[in-house]
């Protein structure tokens, strides 16, 4: 498949072709994306015919619309039998795609639709640009009235933990910069915690965005919501953070789903205010979408209400997320759960 080709590898797929063929192709697979090859018109017909069925690593198995059609979910299947779910939100002046880095996911956070289903792989670079690809095709063919016809955010907050699967996030970021003309502003990196990657992704020479999910501001209630916790407490969750905001003068995202009785209360909006003040953080409340395998349920309107007001007296920016497609399977994993007949 062309996307799991490293872009200035592709001449190697086509050693009878002349050069500047491969860069035309390049230019179909990432600057200007096309969802077939029938449309990259400078092209030959005879190549265009071969290419055919190697454009996309997956095929197009479940379209969801909601939200007027501002908000679309894709379901696409590999050749391998593997779920990858994207999900594209339109906006007046902004177009944001969530992506998937894994197929399942291994760290199991209690609330995660993705989580309770388990983990099946990593997502190839490839399969991951290749979610950008379709969305910016889809958005370039008038696909989506109202909003900018191209991506203007990238947010890694669809099934799977990104950092867990460093290396082909890491080549997948490379060429969303380099070879798709992303800015890497515009990229957010989500993880529970995992400081190792946490650490690398400050490194970076990228300016992208981090946000931490941490769902609570204590270790023994963020362990029974995040397992990973008990590897990676607080504590050090923090430090990581404090060093990638450092390293890199970005503000870091602290996002945090609202769960009825669970993590809502007034305590914990007081002590997630005191770590977000330390970070400098932006805070990001999140109505909890319900998932098969869990009893619990979004905390109420007015309790949100209230948590929100407390880190706003507390001095932190917080904002409650715009919840989108809450008529669709919309909480990464649902789709691929419900087309599993789970």
């Known amino acids: 498949m062309l996307y799991l080709t490293q872009p200035e590898n592709l001449e190697a797929l086509f050693p009878n072709e002349p050069p500047f063929r491969t860069r035309q192709l390049r230019e179909w697979l990432y600057e200007h994306p096309v969802l077939a090859t029938e449309e990259m018109t400078s092209l030959p017909s005879t190549l265009r015919t071969e290419l055919a069925d190697r454009l996309w690593p997956f095929v197009l198995e479940v379209e969801q619309s909601a939200d007027a059609g501002m ?78 016809s191209r991506i203007t955010n990238i947010v890694f907050m669809g099934m799977g933990e990104p950092l867990a699967n460093y290396a082909r996030v890491r080549e997948s970021i490379r060429r969303m910069i380099e070879h798709m003309g992303i800015s890497a502003r515009a990229i957010t990196v989500s993880t529970v915690g995992v400081v190792p990657g946490m650490r690398r992704l400050a490194a970076e020479p990228w300016q992208v965005n981090l946000a931490v999910s941490l769902h609570a501001a204590e270790d023994a209630l963020r362990t029974t919501l995040v397992p990973l916790n008990k590897r990676y407490p607080l504590e050090q969750v923090e430090a990581a953070a404090a060093e990638f905001f450092t390293a890199k003068h970005r503000r870091v995202s602290i996002e945090w789903t609202m769960i009825d009785g669970v993590n809502d209360s007034d305590v914990q909006a007081a002590k997630l205010a005191a770590i977000a003040r330390r970070l400098h953080a932006h805070v990001n409340l999140i109505a909890l979408n319900p998932t098969p395998l869990t009893p619990d349920r979004p905390a109420r309107r007015a309790r949100i209400e209230g948590f929100l007001g407390v880190l706003r007296r507390e001095g932190v920016n917080a904002t409650l997320r715009d919840t989108r497609g809450s008529d669709i399977d919309a909480a990464c994993g649902q789709l691929r759960a419900r087309s599993a007949g789970q």
């Open 71 to 148: 908000t679309r979910k894709w379901l696409f299947r590999t050749p391998d039998g593997a779920a990858i779910e994207a999900v594209l939100m339109g906006y007046a002046r902004r177009t944001t795609l969530c992506i998937s880095s894994q197929v399942g996911c291994a760290l199991g956070c209690t609330f995660c639709a993705t989580g309770q289903f388990g983990f099946e792989r990593h997502l190839e670079a490839g399969e991951i640009v290749a979610q950008v690809a379709f969305a910016q095709a889809f958005l370039a063919g008038g696909g989506m009235k109202g909003c900018p």
